[in-house]
């Protein structure tokens, strides 16, 4: 699969924003992050915004690279339904994507969380081959820009506590400081 070694800008055409605000809309419906201590409908709505906008970001990148991708899944489904399936397929190859703010990363640092509770374990880290894709959701822009990191084995990243205590015990964290520091990643 053609690959990348330093961080893909990727801009976002205007109807996919629309697409994936309107999915997040209608998929926060269906949620309960009460595990979570996430009750705040407008921050379930954004999460899933940013999320899908990432999504989008890996898949214009790597359609881009002429490789087939599959998904993003804008499918809202009842609770039952619901899954722990890739984000994507590259050239069938399972592929999750996380994505976070730069107007949160300036407050707590750039980091990505898996969801680590008691109540609900993202199967992902229990699986060191798995692939992931890191990105950054330039929101502090005037235009839909992402920031599209390289693909990342689970194994490869290095999971610490939240900064936020709120967090601690339901998720954990992957901070790209450390990741630099350790020569997993470069800025």
């Known amino acids: 699969m053609p690959t990348f070694t330093s961080p893909q800008i990727i801009l976002i055409p205007k109807e996919i924003n629309e697409r994936a605000l309107e999915f997040a809309r209608m998929v926060t419906k ?3 992050y009460r595990d979570s201590n996430q009750v705040v409908k407008e921050k379930i709505r954004d999460d899933h915004f940013v999320s899908k906008l990432g ?11 002429q490789c087939l991708v ?3 899944d804008y499918g809202v489904y009842e609770a ?3 899954s722990w399936a ?5 050239n069938s190859l399972d ?3 996380k994505t976070q703010r730069r107007s949160a990363a300036n407050r707590y640092g750039l980091s990505w969380t898996f969801q680590d509770s008691p109540e609900r374990r993202d199967p992902i880290l229990n699986t060191p081959e798995a692939w992931v894709c890191l990105v950054v959701f330039e929101d502090l822009k ?8 390289p693909l990342r084995k689970i194994k490869q990243l290095i999971f610490e506590a939240p900064r936020l205590a709120r967090l601690v015990g339901k998720k954990q964290a992957v901070y790209l400081e450390t990741l630099i520091k350790n020569g997993v990643m470069e800025k």
């Open 30 to 32: 269906t949620i309960n």
């Open 86 to 90: 890739a984000d994507l397929r590259v």
């Open 95 to 97: 592929v999750a994507v």
């Open 70 to 72: 599959e998904g993003p």
């Open 142 to 149: 005037t235009e839909t820009e992402c920031l599209v990191y």
């Open 55 to 65: 999504e989008e970001a890996v898949r214009i990148l790597f359609e881009g690279r």
């Open 80 to 82: 039952k339904r619901k």
